[in-house]
């Protein structure tokens, strides 16, 4: 069995922007995106200068800092690979958000980095907690290197104007 991450999120939080499950060189590494061509970290940088040149620490503190919360949908599942088409749905256990909204009150966006965050949040979370349905959710594209369909500049530009910000 699979093992996720803690949140990074500061109480005054006001995006969460939500995976599904770490992949394998996030796993190995213990740091949210740590695949080399993922482009979440330059689409961060552009967004607050959380660089994929920083020490990890100082791109979490920026991100932190600009009120970005990052977790993802699944605590715990099994899963051959990176891929979220080989999770098993059958044992995927999502993280306590109820736990999480108790304490991160200020949240006023839920970004999706990909549509398997999403669909996940939809079937597994969202039925559990009726006040969700009043906040702005995005699906955006997916930031792994496995999305190939979007160009990083087009990821980039979608991921810069969801967050109300204007291209670099």
Not at 51 to 56: A, E, I
């Amino acid at each position: 069995m699979l093992q996720g991450f803690p949140p990074l999120a500061r109480a005054d939080a006001r995006v969460l922007i939500l995976g599904s499950m770490p992949g394998v060189a996030s796993l190995q590494a213990a740091t949210y995106y740590a695949h080399p061509q993922n482009s979440f970290w330059s689409i961060m940088g552009a967004v607050c200068g959380a660089t994929p040149d920083l020490p990890y620490a100082e791109r979490v503190v920026r991100l932190q800092a600009a009120g970005i919360a990052l977790w993802d949908v699944v605590g715990r599942c099994r899963r051959q690979g990176s891929l979220d088409a080989a999770i098993e749905a059958g044992s995927v256990e999502v993280n306590d958000f109820s736990a999480f909204f108790q304490v991160h009150r200020s949240i006023r966006r839920i970004i999706f980095n990909g549509a398997a965050a999403r669909d996940l949040f939809q079937r597994r979370v969202r039925p559990q907690h009726a006040g969700l349905s009043e906040l702005p959710m995005h699906c955006l594209p997916s930031t792994s290197p496995a999305n190939a369909a979007c160009r990083p500049a087009e990821k980039t530009a979608i991921w810069l104007a969801a967050l109300g910000l204007p291209k670099s």
